[in-house]
């Protein structure tokens, strides 16, 4: 079974989920916690983002928590 590529927008043209991540990491750090109010399956869009150039990084772990915090860099 052959899957189709997906073809990602330019950064400067994100909408939807992608756009509200962008716009909320732009503010500085953001926890799961934060980014699953955005999008359910927010490491998806995070992928998506890394693919299209943006610089995410997992800064922070809580293993206790379970809390992860993203940054754009």
């Not at 399956?41 to 992860?68: M, N, P």
Request: glycine share 6%.
């Amino acid at each position: 079974m052959n899957q189709k590529e997906f073809v990602f927008d330019p950064p400067d043209r994100l909408t939807g989920q992608r756009a509200k991540i962008i716009e909320r990491l732009k503010a500085g750090p953001a926890t799961n916690a934060e980014l699953v109010q955005i999008a359910i399956r927010f490491t998806a869009r995070i992928h998506e983002l890394r693919k299209c150039g943006y610089d995410i990084r997992i800064v922070r772990q809580d293993r206790d928590s379970g809390l992860v915090w993203y940054e754009l860099v």
